[in-house]
Structures are given as C-alpha cells and as structure tokens.
C-alpha cells in the first residue's frame, strides 16, 4: 500500500447499512481507517478519508415499514446515528456519504447509464433460485449445498423467473485474474487473495444488478420497473464522494477496508466494474477479520453483543483512548477472528497504557520536578543511547504494511527502553550526590526527549493523551499542527534533540490512571 509520490492518500471504510444500529465492528473498521488516516497526516501526506452509510434495498425499506415511518425518515434517523457515534469518537473522516443524497444517486445512475450503453449492462431473464431476506440469487450449487435454504436465516430459498438487468461479469475474468495474479497486494492478506484467486479461476458468471421488487432505490435508468441492485449501488460511493467534492483526481483510492464477509463485492464485481468503466483500479482491499465477544460469537441472544451502549461504557470508564488503543492493536486485522473480552481489556490497559506509557511520563515529569525545578535539564544529546534514528522508520513501515500491532509496539517500544534505561542507570540515586546532578540531568533529559519521541509514534492510537503530554512539555504546537485534520512533519518531528533545555515540565494527573480490579 505504498503511496505513489505527490499523490494525496485516499482510504475509504465499507458504508454501513442503516438497517442496524452501529456497533463495534462498525466502530472497527472505522476507527482502524481513523489511524491510518492519522498516521498519513502526521507524516504530511495530504489525506483523505470517507466513511457512510448504505441506505437503499429491501432490507431497509422492510426495517422502515416495521418502523412504521417512511424509508427516507427512517435512514435520516439511523444515518445520523452513525455520524454521531463518529463524531463522538473522534474520527476524522473527511467526508460522509449517503447513497440517498442527490450528489451520490445521480452519479451512480450515470455510471450505470454508462454500463447499459456499452453494453456491458444488459436486459436478460433469471431462472433460479432468490433469498428473499438477502437479496441475492443463489447458484444451483449454492443452493442445494444450503438443502434450498436461507444460508443466513434459514427461511426456504424461493424459485423466480424474473426480468432482469444483468453484468457481464465473465467478459471481465481473464483480465481481472491477470491483475490480481500480477499484483500480490491488491488484494489482502494473502489467504484472502487466495481464495478470491480461486474463485475466480473457477469462473465467473454475468450477474444480475436490478430488482424489479424493489422500488426502495435508484431507478434503472431508462426502465423505472426496476431499481439497482443496492450492492451495486452502493460500491459507486467510493467513486460518488470524490467526484461530489470536486476531487476526481483522488480517484483510485490506495486502500479500500473492509470485513471478510464483503470480500467477493469488493474483490470481483467492484474491479471489473471500474475495468468495464475504464477507471484506474484502487491500491489495495485489505479485508480484516471479526470481532467475537467473550470467546463467542456476538450474539444479542446470549446478551455478549458489544453495541453502543456497551462501548460508551468503556469510555466512560477508561476513556476514549483506551479503547482506541484495545479496538487497535488487539483487533482482527489479519486472518485471526479477535475476543473482545473484559479482563483482557483491562490487563492491557493496565500493561501498556498505566504502567508503560503513563506511567514512565510521569516518573520522568516527577524526576525533573524534583531535581531540576520543573525545568528540562541541559543536555548532552545523546540519542545512540536509545538508537531513535531506527524508530521512524519501522514505524512507517508497519503503517504502510497495515500491520497496526506492530507500528504501536513500537512507541511502546520506546518507553520500555526509557524504562530499563532508568533502571540502568538509576538516576534517583545519583541524585544524591550533588556532584552527580549534571549526569542525573543528561539521563533525565534523554529520558524526555524519548518519551516526546514515544508520543508522535502512539498519536495515531490515543491522540488525545499524546496531545495532553505535548502541552505539558511545551510542545502543544504540534497538536495546532494536526487539528482539523492538519498535517505534521513526522520526519522532522522525531529528530533528536528538539526538547529545550529549561521548557517547563509539567508533571500534571496521571494520563491513564491504574485501574483496579474489584475482588469479589
Ligand atoms: N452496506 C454493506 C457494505 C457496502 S460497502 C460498498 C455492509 N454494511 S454493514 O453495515 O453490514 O457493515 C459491514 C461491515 O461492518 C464489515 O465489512 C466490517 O467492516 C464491519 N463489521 C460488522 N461486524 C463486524 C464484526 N463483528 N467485527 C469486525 N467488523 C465487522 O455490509
């Protein structure tokens, strides 16, 4: 996923359906796009960021009318319930789409007009097998391996002989496995891309991209019997929100992000739809893997489903960045399913966030405080004590691998050396022979200028701390900086030897307070 020069970073979340309320995985993918969103920023790489909702098809129009209100009412309601959990949780999208707005509708049904008049949408019948509650036709293989039912809920599969809008999907297979077979990253992590690989090689079909029973959705163009297909619909948001800002130029996105379970729209019918329409392909589909709660799968029968209410409830009790750091780098990125699960939220909350980092800038602050009248100490410069010229670096590679545990291991990193360092060297004990002060200060001030260093590397994963310690130690420039979805100058940023000697260092309340278990 490495960003081509001068060209701005685009990475995109799935737009979530408005027939649910937002929940942890949706919070996920969201919050995973909102750190390399702020990874890219921090590094100066102009950024931009789109997340949304998904708001045609039968299962919004049924959700609505179960409501009893009117499909549009119904996903304002839900969309901006959406928007507000974002906001609330801080993540820096730099747009929002709707498919129902005007600026979305009317360019996908462009493209789409743009697909009948080539040719490569055209008007057939279906004859098979229909799963009424997800909208999707099933192969006869499918649906005999399903013994003729809902894969999903189980309900009988219904036959149909239908009219219908199709794509030619199969024009588009050799060129599309060309691409893929010669670009071992468009499609991640590899066990994905295997088995889109071979479902692919095992052939494609045309598929059908209307539905003549739903009218909850943009009108076919020229034939208002049938609506698009909401799938179809909705993977033109990507191409929609760029050309809506007046930004085609954004176009291809580097990163599409997205869960397994969307992996065949994203993998197959999105490319050969942009190959068919002639666009640049994106850089990369990066699908992660899921959240389970508790050791099982989340489910609002056994009450483990981890909503709203539950999230807000580790907010308010550890904070936003807590769980920023949790969802993070304990999340499934990768092939690995992850447990969201208490006691190891708070054992690694406690490890990482109040014992580590927390922890290590307030000895460092109460050391200075003690010794040095709250004031940073001179200096020696010593950075091959900690070796900081590496760190960037690694840092920047983990980002651009998407290996998010990895890029925050490393500021954690940091800290630790800071730690054993301090144990090496024990300054507290130096410091009582006065003849010693000037050495206690080159280790103190080595020690703040790593921890400063420790911070510009964790910002991305708990901005809001990393911003509160800058603003103690006289670097509150830099959270000006990156405000407002702002762009830094990492690069710079972590050169050794910036902190000045005799800034005021302020010692101020715990970042991230212990947290104690309750024994019962
Ligand atoms: N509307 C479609 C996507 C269209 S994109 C052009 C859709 N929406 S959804 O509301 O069902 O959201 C699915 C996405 O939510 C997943 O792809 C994933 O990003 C996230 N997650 C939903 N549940 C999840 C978990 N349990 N764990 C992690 N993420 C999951 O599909």
Known sequence: MTKPANKPFYVTTPIYYVNARPHIGHVYTTMVADAIARFHRLRGDETFFLTGTDEHGKKVGDAAKANGVTPQAYTDEISGEFRAVFDRYQQTYNDFIRTTQPRHKQRASAYIKQLIDQGDVFLGEYEGWYDEGQEEYVTENNAREQDYKSAVSGRPLTRVTEKNYFFRLSKYQDQLLEYIESNPTFIQPDARRNEVLSRVRGGLSD??????????????????EHSVYVWIDALFNYLTAVEANDRPELWPAQLHLIGK????????IWPAMLLALDKPLFGQLYAHSYWISEGKKMSKTLGNFVDLTELD???EIFGLDALRWYLLTQGPMGTADSDFAEAKFIEIYNNDLANTFGNSCARVAKMIGKYFEGKAP????DEAVFGAGRWCETFSDAFDTLDLHAAADIGLDVVREVDSYIEKTAPFKLAKDPDKLPEVGTILYNCAEALRIASMLLWPFIPDKCEQFWSRIGFGHYAERLKDRGTGDLAEWVQWGQLKPGTPIEKGDALFPRYQVEKK
Do not use: C, K, Q
Request: net charge negative; proline share 9%.
């Open 261 to 268: 379970e969307i992996l065949w729209f994203h993998a197959v």
């Open 207 to 224: 598929i059908a991209v209307s539905r003549s029973t739903e009218p909850w959705g943009i009108p076919m163009p020229g034939d208002s």
């Open 313 to 315: 409830r580790y907010v």
């Open 378 to 381: 001179a200096v020696a410069n």
